[in-house]
């Protein structure tokens, strides 16, 4: 049964509005995903077929669609307001994200919703620690055992982080190949956590909450990042992760 939704959050960065203007417009793969910047103007087009409707830099952006491409959402909708803190050093914004769920309203509704939390942090973290920065960008799905419903639990253990190992920490964690890196965690729920490290924003989402794999998306702003090695070396982590935890539960 199709119904309206609405996701809506305010926060403040350390940030200029122009900064945070870029970063919603032509440098999304550092906290999101790469995509092609909008047209600037109302009317012109953006990403995954959608349109602008309204476009006022660095203030206001609104992008809408309805015909977003997938059976459980038909209208699709977000929306950023920002505004100038401390004389033009920090920006405030409000992010509006809304449109109408086809089905399965509140299970879509709910992910939807910490995604959102997520993916605002990761954008805070981007404009405040590698805003501006090359990125060399990688996303990747665990195997079907990831989307059992203790799946996520796996994936902190393997990083070597203790259950209590909580947001802010400074780790030493264990990635592919078994190599030791430095890092903070700048975010942990039982949904989504997130690493720092010097030259990257590593990111692992608990997708499994939701019927899906386990994913990880690589944001790796080192100048000499390899977007293509990384996703390579992160799946074969992952897929080991979940080879283990079966392995495990068998004997």
Do not use: C
């Not at 959608?50 to 997938?70: A, C, K, M, N, Q």
């Amino acid at each position: 049964m199709s119904k309206e939704f609405e996701i809506t959050r305010e926060f403040e960065v350390d940030a200029t509005p122009e900064e945070v203007w870029e970063a919603i417009t032509d440098g999304t793969g550092g906290y999101l995903w790469p995509m092609e910047p909008p047209e600037p103007k109302v009317g012109g087009k953006a990403a995954f077929g959608s349109t602008v409707t309204t476009y006022d830099p660095p203030h206001h952006l609104t992008i809408r669609s309805e015909d977003v491409g997938f059976p459980v959402q038909s209208v699709n909708q977000l929306e950023h307001v920002i505004e100038s803190r401390d004389g033009g050093r920090r920006a405030w914004v409000r992010y509006v994200h809304s449109g109408i769920f086809t089905d399965d309203w509140d299970n879509q509704y709910d992910g939807a919703s910490k995604h959102t939390d997520f993916y605002l942090h990761t954008l805070r973290e981007y404009l405040t620690h590698f805003a501006g920065r090359p990125v060399a960008f990688a996303t990747l799905d665990g195997p079907g055992a990831s989307t059992a419903a203790d799946a996520f639990a796996a994936v902190g253990r393997a990083l070597g982080l203790a259950e209590d190992t909580a947001q802010g920490a400074r780790v030493t964690a264990r990635g592919p190949a078994g190599q030791a890196f430095d890092a903070v965690v700048d975010y942990r729920n039982p949904y989504f956590l997130g690493l720092r490290t010097d030259g990257a924003l590593i990111r692992f989402f608990g997708r499994n909450h939701w019927g899906a794999p386990v994913g990880i998306s690589v944001h790796d702003f080192a100048p000499d990042a390899d977007a293509k090695v990384n996703e390579t070396a992160w799946q074969d982590w992952l897929n080991g992760v979940f080879s283990r935890s079966q392995s495990e539960s068998r004997s």
